[in-house]
């Protein structure tokens, strides 16, 4: 974690370049991180000799090794290093709320995960999360660019940016994608599963929160299809949402019996 | 067997000048035989451009004499008459591969960094090569000269950025819309500027122009040049919701296009982005524009201050290019027997 902050704090200066050249610093960075973060996922593994997915933490760790392993792979062809700026941040967001306590539970002989319907859903929910995360990113790159454009600063034109007109349509596909996925995973997870007795839906502030982030979402892509509110609007929205996401998804789990 | 380099270029010759001296493509084959069978040059490029007309030959004759043999042939060649003073540049080596690899570069170019130039010198070298008047030793060269000349685009910003106002709006447009294929661009009051930019746009792929101008017999010449259609000026208003990029250059002494104007054409057009540029002195659009979402504004200083921070820009590279080329230059030198020249042909330009 300790590398992927060093990262995003090199992130910053890259930032204030601007985006001219690939960074092989940064690049070199995430790559020492995710051997750290290889090995250690490799450790765990072992020790509990089994594939490290049976928990929350473990879940949101393995996201996270898939979004920096795509980075890496992505970043091999220099025009797309700069990428890691933008990704670095973000990676050590996801990580520190990895460590959020309450996350690393012990597990039994079984993964908690036993029923296929409850992998499903889980799985689908926090690859609709990974989309989002992906969307605020190109939403980062969208307002940067964007504000260099209206401010008329030379590293609009020097930074290896792509145009805001795509930029605006990878946000809104990667978005719905995750809204997508989010209503696959919601509605396994409200049809399919089984709750404990005396546990009902109603009364769960996941099931709350996971309505609210659905109907953020749904209103904000809405917004775009109908009244043609995008460019910067549409790109603070893709941010704050996952933020929100990203400051209360911890709290609200704890909060939850049937998550937690 | 050492390269000589003698020519004029536009650093050291006036247009009229280097008109007289420039060869005709057809004609280049057969003065490159004609070097060859007098036994002035064992192998010769001739590379001619509007600004400059260069000789490249390799040559076992290592006296000095050479270069008044290579005068003596261009003057005949283009039958020139009038006096020589110091317009024609004569290199050894190392000087004339330098020369070389920084005319690939664009380095010695009008344009600082530009890069057409390498195309005409690939051409130059191709026509040579086909009609085999090039050797191991030139052939070594102007390879070498096109591998530097990528190196120095990738590892340094001498190529980078545009330096003309045309170009800079092409990029500009590059960086909003994702292709400028399906863009339509409108053109208000036809100038100068603007038609150049209009063109550069258009050479890039942009679709239809729109040509508005009070007179309406100009909008309509200005519209057929550039493939597009005229529009009367009190109606270019109502062409506005398919409209990506204006360029505006009218004389009008006020705003032909304000705020409360472009407002409601935005919802028009369902707040796709906008790329407004303003060549008009006095300005044609007003500034509060840009605060508008998705209205990119740019007038033109602010498309002047990015042509000339690149020019800048390029300027600073210059010391970094010419490292890499000294030491690729020395390189290829190196890899051939030392030469029995004195470093003594002069190198004429003072910057290089």
Redesign the interface.
């Known amino acids: 974690m300790v590398v992927y902050g060093l990262s995003a704090t090199y992130s910053v200066f890259l930032w204030r370049k601007g985006f001219r050249q690939g960074d092989r610093v940064n690049y070199g960075l995430l790559l020492l991180a995710a051997i750290f973060h290889t090995t250690a996922m490799f450790q765990r593994g072992i020790s509990f000799d089994r594939c490290p997915v049976n928990n929350l933490y473990e879940a949101i760790m393995f996201v996270l090794w898939t979004m920096v392993a795509v980075y890496l792979v992505v970043g091999l062809w220099p025009q797309l290093r700069f990428l890691g700026a933008f990704a670095a941040p973000l990676f050590l967001c996801v990580g520190v709320f990895a460590l959020m306590p309450g996350l690393d539970n012990r597990y039994g002989a079984q993964p908690e995960f036993k029923h296929d319907w409850v992998s499903l859903h889980a799985a689908l929910i926090l690859l609709s999360y990974g989309a989002f995360g992906l969307s605020s990113i190109a939403a980062l790159m969208y307002l940067t660019q964007e504000h260099d454009l209206k401010f008329h600063k030379m590293r609009a034109i020097f930074s290896l940016l792509p145009p805001i007109q795509r930029l605006e349509l990878v946000i809104r596909r990667l978005m719905a994608a995750g809204f997508v996925l989010l209503t696959a995973g919601l509605v396994i997870g409200a049809v399919w599963l089984k709750l404990p007795e005396g546990v009902g839906y109603l009364e769960d502030p996941k099931v709350h929160w996971s309505i609210l982030v659905w109907l953020l979402y749904l209103a904000l892509l809405f917004m775009n299809w109908r009244f043609a509110q995008g460019g910067r609007r549409f790109a603070w929205g893709a941010v704050g949402c996952f933020l929100f996401v990203l400051l209360t998804f911890w709290g609200v789990n704890l909060m939850s019996p049937i998550h937690h | 067997m050492p390269i000589v380099a003698i020519g004029l270029s536009h650093r050291t010759s006036p247009v009229e000048m280097r008109e007289r001296f420039a060869f005709a493509e057809a004609k280049i084959p057969e003065a490159l035989q004609t070097l060859r069978s007098r036994g002035v040059a064992e192998e010769a490029v001739i590379l001619s451009t509007c600004n400059r007309v260069e000789i490249y030959a390799a040559t076992d004759n290592t006296d000095r004499s050479i270069f008044e043999a290579l005068q003596r042939f261009l003057v005949e060649a283009r039958d020139y008459r009038g006096p020589l003073h110091e317009e024609i540049y004569k290199l050894s080596e190392p000087q004339s591969i330098e020369h070389l690899f920084k005319v690939a570069c664009g380095l010695d170019s009008m344009v600082l960094g530009e890069t057409e130039i390498l195309g005409q010198l690939k051409k130059a070298y191709d026509l040579a090569l086909r009609h085999k008047h090039t050797g191991g030793r030139l052939n070594k060269a102007f390879q070498r000269a096109f591998q530097v000349a990528k190196q120095i685009r990738t590892e340094t ?1 001498i190529q ?2 545009s330096v003309s106002v045309g170009s ?1 709006a092409v ?2 447009a ?5 292709a400028l294929q399906d863009r339509q661009v409108m053109v208000i009051g036809a100038g100068d500027t603007s038609e150049k930019t209009a063109r550069a746009l258009l050479s890039r792929g942009a679709q239809s122009i729109l040509v508005s101008n009070r007179s309406y017999d100009r909008a309509g010449a200005l519209a057929r040049e550039l493939g597009g259609r005229a529009v009367h000026f009190e109606e270019w208003a109502k062409e506005f919701e398919r409209i990506d990029i204006v360029i505006s250059s009218t004389a009008a002494p006020h705003y032909i296009l304000d705020r409360a104007r472009l407002e409601p054409l935005m919802k028009l057009r ?2 796709r ?1 906008l790329l407004l540029i303003d060549i008009a002195v006095p300005r044609d659009i007003e500034p509060e524009v ?1 605060f508008l ?2 209205v ?1 504004l ?1 007038n033109i200083d ?1 498309l002047q ?2 042509a000339d ?1 690149y020019l800048q820009q390029r300027r600073e590279e210059i010391a970094r290019c010419e490292a890499i080329i000294r030491e690729k230059a020395r390189a290829l030198a190196g890899a051939e027997p030392p030469s029995h020249f004195t470093s003594g042909s002069r190198p004429v330009f003072g910057h290089e």
């Open positions: 910003n980078r950025g800079v990029e500009l590059e960086k909003i819309f994702t369902r707040n982005p840009n979402e998705n990119y740019y602010d201050a990015i921070d």
